[in-house]
């Protein structure tokens, strides 16, 4: 491997080597002329670097990053699945690569969008949905303004909702940026939201109704999700999914059948789409019937002959993104949905609950397993038991050195020093045997050897990197 | 674990301290708020000549793990600040009630200051939080 | 296919090790009426069935060899090293990389993505990347709130109309009061209340502000109202003076002109930048470099996170998680592929091709160029008949421009025409070309 740590800006030379600009074919004027010298910058220091060192520079770095490619990514709530490469070929076909957003020969396009809907419709048990959202939290930021708008319109004044804290990270940001202000909901030992808490909370007369994760992020199934969506919405609330786990649930029970009104989806979890290192991804909102006149403009929606493209109403919340959506995760997500048909969505959510089960059962032999449950398709171990004085990072860190990625650390935030694991339904129970393996044997150095645990990693291209360091003088470029 | 608490300071229940010199009052956070924190990394202080009313949300400040509000624990003008925080965030952690203190504030009224807590009382309210 | 490698053995071993008889049991908290039996869905397909059909679906899209159709999405050349680097799967299948020591290798990518984007817009920090133009400049705006205290913002006209739509949602939201202005009445609306201006540069009719002027102007008035700049295709600045140098305080842009494919819109790449002292109320994520803390290394680490949803709940500054990484990976690529002499190289073909069009579509009777400033790589031009100018087009192999009706009703007539380094002289030959017949045939008819 390339030792070389230079940045790519120290690997230029002083003439230009590249040439992907199409030759000029018409007559230069002077650029003064054009555009006035006050108006021109005098230096870019971008610098010219030859084509070879470029992609040797980022072949490099690439080896210095684990992907799902690499092996297991069992980060909780993240749902690292295998992302099958056919979806990266159809998504660069250039009839859909190449397609502007506001040209009008466009029906392939939305064609899949429509085909798409109905599919999702289908899977999540609702009536139509927007697909303007960029990513999970910008989904939920749609849905929570479409509660605000469907209230608005009827002149009540609800401006807080209920966020159990076994609800997805993003969720009370979320409710902030939609002008809502957050009622918490301790969970109770079962990991599970107290009926009388919930209805207490309800009773405020400002209240608009709840989010709710389910299964949540503990991994566990809300077992009275029926009673909880009937209480909020007998006290005029309603009731909004964060999809973010939705992946044990496909093919098993819906969303749409549990209560929900509004949810959201992330294409880049439960549908395989890539994470690219963080994004892009896709969040789209599914609503019931009654909400469809509040999803953002232009939308698709249902109507008797199937769907139609529709431009405006009155009622929506307006628009949420510039064009249609992250359409190249669109297409991925429909082709991974055409590729599974029925039964292999049931498959991915029952073996997305096998293999997390098959984990939990034999890492609690020796972590800290703190609600002893049957879990769906992921769980969270504390750091209660372990010894020496060894935290949680320290296990994480340690893990790497075995060549594999560390799962979700200190969240939720419910769960002291809380790791949260989800191996999704594409590991294999080889891979996950070297997982168990991997985690009891680190369990062991912790009792014999903790010195090596509080060091970790070894194998890395670097050591544990001081954080305090970083933020107090940060250097974010060069 | 055991805190400092000063007995000749007095104490916000948002673990802010002030000590009073005649007319003026000098503000920090508490041993207990920066251990909770852990490592600061940035305080971000109000400007000189601003005036708040108590109880003013007038600052933040961050920690690698946390970002907290601190507040203004008694009505009256901003009229000095340490400059020090800028560069070494790290006294709030080293020296909360010394080198790490805050900003200096002309009060506008001496009563506000009876509602405080004591050493003492605070004490028992950190115990308080330390048992939850 | 489910690419699930578990085989009948596997999963009997693996339910014998749980303690249970099924996979049935280990749902046992659902209720049973909340079960479904199956989805109404068809089979699944093979690969070659599957790329069959979404090639045919795909192929229901015309895609034409040369395109004048701008307004927020932009077709330039991307080099073919720029998808070849953002395909290696370590990076597009990792996931934030939260774990640093595995993660070097993007982390390192992201920071000379942030490094990158200050060198081109001259502003002191960049941030990780947020969804599109239109979404971060509307959590510029509430930034702007927060940071000045004030909860109101005026908007210039000439910003996207899409955009300004976002951020209509986004205030009504946050509970942030808007105004749309005309420069006329900008500066009389200018008062104490007021958090942030707003504008676009090249604007959506293709035109170049005096920013220089605009900002001494609004600074002579209000020195501590921020002044916020968006724009849509970066390339410009290859020539343009940076934002950094104009004293603008928050610099947003869609960057997907920087070698990420149009894709019907998205994904696009939101570029995020902002003054040194604004740092910490950047949204998203940051990487910072840092060191070992035991040892002298240097490496890269996400930082600042803090101020983050996952850390600070409903008190964060924005609730972003997810972002547009590939996007931007793809970015840096393109900007190191072209480096200074290609970004200035593309840069001036646009001006000038944009800038030759714009003339010659001037010198035909009847067509009318509408903007008074300089324009880039787009201009608004007055067509005698645009539904025939445009069905030419077409006929031509040509994409036509934006009639502008689509978002100005009463703006009939105008076409919004983008013309860059990607339009050959012959397609603009042939673009020209169907300018005349448009008017030659309106005339016979007469």
């Given at each position: 491997m390339d030792s070389d740590s230079r940045l790519i800006f120290e690997k230029g030379y002083n003439h230009p080597h590249n040439n992907f600009i199409p030759k000029m074919d018409i007559e230069y004027e002077n650029i003064d002329d054009l555009i006035p010298k006050t108006l021109q910058?005098?230096?870019?220091?971008i610098p010219d670097i030859p084509e070879i060192e470029i992609v040797r520079h980022f072949l490099n770095l690439s080896q210095k990053t684990y992907g799902v490619d690499t092996g297991i990514y069992p980060l909780g709530s993240c749902t690292m699945k295998y992302n099958p490469k056919i979806n990266e070929v159809i998504a660069r076909l250039p009839d859909f690569?190449?397609?502007?957003?506001?040209?009008?020969?466009n029906l392939g396009a939305l064609e899949l969008i429509i085909e798409l809907s109905k599919i999702l419709c289908q899977v999540t048990g609702m009536d139509g949905f927007t697909?303007?959202?960029?990513a999970g939290a910008h989904g939920e930021l749609t849905g929570l303004l479409m509660i605000k708008k469907y209230f608005e319109t009827m002149n009540l004044k609800k401006n807080a909702i209920i966020v159990p804290?076994?609800?997805?990270?993003?969720n009370p940001a979320s409710a902030k940026m939609a002008g809502f202000s957050i009622i918490k909901i301790r969970s109770n030992k079962d990991g599970e939201i107290p009926i009388d808490l919930l209805k207490y909370a309800m009773e405020g007369d400002n209240v608009a109704g709840i989010m709710l994760t389910n299964p949540n992020t503990l991994g566990l199934?809300?077992?009275?999700i029926k009673d909880i969506t009937k209480i909020v919405h007998d006290y005029g609330g309603l009731c909004y999914y964060?999809?973010?786990?939705?992946n044990p649930m496909l093919g098993i029970c819906r969303p749409g059948d549990m209560g929900f009104d509004i949810i959201h989806l992330n294409l880049h979890k439960t549908f395989s789409t890539p994470h690219g290192g963080g994004g892009p991804g896709s969040g789209p909102v599914g609503v019931k019937k009654e909400f469809?006149?509040?999803?953002?403009?232009?939308c698709i929606i249902p109507n008797n002959n199937g769907f139609q493209y529709r431009?405006?109403?009155?009622?929506s919340i307006g628009r949420?993104?510039?064009?249609?959506?992250n359409f190249g995760v669109l297409v991925r997500a429909y082709a991974y949905l055409l590729a599974l048909g029925a039964q292999g969505l049931r498959r991915v959510g029952e073996i997305s609950v096998l293999n997390a089960n098959y984990l939990q059962v034999q890492l609690q032999k020796k972590y800290h397993a703190p609600y002893n449950r049957t879990c769906q398709h992921e769980f969270v171990l504390s750091?209660?038991?372990?010894?020496?004085?060894?935290?949680t990072e320290d296990i994480a860190k340690r893990i790497i050195d075995y060549g594999i990625y560390a799962p979700t650390i200190y969240?939720?935030?419910?769960?002291?020093?809380a790791m949260m694991i989800e191996p999704t339904e594409t590991e294999s129970k080889a891979s996950l045997d070297n997982f168990v393996n991997v985690m009891l044997k680190i369990y062991e150095e912790a009792r014999s050897n903790p010195e090596l645990i509080k060091n970790?990693?070894?194998?890395?291209?670097?050591?544990?990197?001081d954080a305090v360091l970083a933020a107090r003088k940060p250097i974010l470029h060069d | 674990m055991d805190f400092k608490v000063p007995p000749d300071l007095k104490y916000t229940k948002s673990h802010e301290w002030v000590r009073l010199e005649n007319e003026i009052a000098v503000m920090g956070i508490t041993d207990y708020a920066q251990n909770q924190l852990s490592d600061v990394v940035y305080v971000e202080l109000p400007k000189i000549g601003e005036i708040f009313e108590k109880g003013s949300i007038i600052g933040e400040i961050e920690s690698v793990k946390a970002v907290d509000e601190f507040y203004?624990?008694?009505?009256?003008?901003?009229?000095?600040?340490?400059?020090?925080l800028g560069n070494r965030p790290e006294l709030v952690n080293s020296s909360p009630y010394d080198e790490g203190w805050f900003l200096k504030i002309k009060i506008?009224?001496?009563?506000?200051?009876?509602i405080f807590l004591t050493a003492f009382q605070y004490q028992e309210l950190i115990q308080g939080e330390e048992n939850q | 296919m489910d690419f699930i490698p578990h085989d009948k053995d596997s999963i009997k071993e693996m339910l014998k090790v749980i303690g249970?008889?099924?996979?049935?049991?280990?749902?046992?908290?659902?209720?049973?009426?909340?079960?479904?039996?199956?989805?109404d869905l068809p089979e699944g397909l093979s690969e070659p069935d599957l790329l069959r059909k979404l090639e045919q679906l795909a192929h229901k899209n015309k895609i034409y060899s040369s395109s004048f159709l701008g307004a927020g999405c932009y077709y330039h050349y991307i080099p073919s090293l720029v998808e070849f680097v953002i395909s290696r799967s370590e990076f597009y299948t990792s996931?934030?990389?939260?774990q640093a020591e595995a993660s070097q290798g993007y982390l390192q990518a992201i920071f000379e993505y942030q490094s990158a984007i200050s060198r081109l817009t001259g502003m002191d920090v960049a941030n990780a990347?947020?969804?599109d133009g239109s979404t971060a400049l509307a959590e510029a705006a509430i930034i702007s709130t927060i940071i000045t205290r004030k909860n109101k913002i005026l908007l210039l006209e000439g910003i996207h109309p899409e955009y300004l739509e976002v951020i209509k949602t986004y205030c009504w939201g946050y509970h942030i009061e808007y105004e749309l202005v005309s420069e006329k009445l900008l500066f009389s609306k200018?008062?104490?209340?007021?958090?942030a201006i707003l504008f676009q540069?090249?604007?959506?009719?293709?035109e170049i502000e005096d920013v220089p002027s605009l900002v001494k102007k609004i600074r002579k008035i209000m020195p501590k109202c921020l002044i916020i700049q968006v724009m849509t295709?970066?390339?410009?600045l290859g020539i343009l003076k940076p934002p950094g140098e104009l004293d603008i305080d928050i610099f947003v842009a869609e960057?997907?002109?920087?070698?990420?494919?149009?894709s019907f819109g998205g994904p696009g790449l939101g570029i995020f930048t902002a003054k040194e002292l604004f740092l910490r109320k950047v949204p998203g994520r940051l990487i910072g470099k840092t060191k070992e803390i035991n040892g002298e290394k240097e490496g890269f680490i996400l930082t600042l996170?803090?101020?983050?949803q996952h850390i600070r709940?409903?008190?964060?500054?924005?609730?972003?998680?997810?972002?547009q990484s590939l996007c931007s990976l793809a970015a840096l690529i393109y900007l190191v592929s072209l480096g200074k002499t290609g970004l200035r190289e593309i840069a001036t073909q646009n001006f000038q091709k944009a800038n030759y069009v714009k003339q010659k579509l001037g010198e035909i009777e009847g067509f009318e160029v509408l903007n008074q400033k300089p324009t880039y790589n787009e201009f608004l031009v007055r067509c005698p008949n645009i539904n025939k100018f445009r069905t030419l087009c077409k006929k031509e192999n040509l994409l036509p421009p934006l009639k502008l009706t689509k978002y100005f009703?009463?703006?009939?007539?105008v076409a919004l025409i983008c013309v860059t380094e990607m339009n050959k002289k012959s397609d603009i030959e042939a673009f020209l070309n169907a300018a005349l017949l448009s008017i030659q045939k309106t005339k016979r008819r007469d």
């Open positions: 910058r005098e230096d870019l220091l690569s190449k397609l502007h957003p506001l040209q009008e020969e697909f303007q959202p960029a804290e076994s609800s997805h990270g993003t199934f809300e077992r009275n964060d999809g973010a786990n939705l469809i006149p509040f999803l953002p403009n232009p431009e405006y109403s009155e009622n949420i993104k510039s064009f249609l959506g750091d209660k038991n372990l010894p020496n004085d060894i935290t969240f939720p935030l419910i769960v002291s020093g970790a990693p070894h194998n890395t291209p670097i050591k544990r990197l | 203004m624990p008694l009505s009256g003008e901003i009229i000095e600040l340490n400059d020090y506008n009224n001496p009563s506000e200051l009876d | 249970v008889n099924s996979i049935n049991d280990l749902y046992r908290d659902i209720p049973n009426d909340l079960k479904i039996n199956k989805l996931y934030t990389p939260y990347s947020m969804y200018l008062n104490e209340d007021i958090a540069s090249p604007n959506f009719f293709g295709d970066l390339t410009c960057g997907q002109s920087l070698g990420i494919a149009p996170q803090a101020r983050e709940r409903e008190k964060a500054i924005s609730n972003i998680c997810t972002n009703p009463d703006m009939k007539d």
